[in-house]
């Protein structure tokens, strides 16, 4: 995970300011999808459409939201 982080640069430091907030929502997905799969809820093809979301929130191409539990998707042009 830590390999992941540092090549995807989800944490910036700016002086003493530390911006984490895209490795908190990727390892908030990662761990549902995960702990979903480990209980047989969600499909291989599934998590690997999540992986796809994540990079795609990563690239900046999609905003992720929580929302009651419910993980909200909104891409850049304005629609969810």
Not at 39 to 57: A, H, R, W
């Amino acid at each position: 995970m830590r390999a992941f982080i540092a090549k995807e640069k989800l944490i910036r430091r700016d002086g003493n300011v530390c911006n984490m907030g895209k490795a908190f929502v990727v390892n908030s997905v990662l761990g549902w999808f995960l702990d979903r799969r480990a209980k047989n809820k969600i499909s291989l093809t599934d998590m690997q459409n999540y992986v796809t979301l994540l990079q795609e929130y990563i690239d900046g191409q999609v905003e992720l939201v929580w929302d009651n539990h419910i993980l909200e998707v909104s891409i850049k042009d304005g629609e969810t």
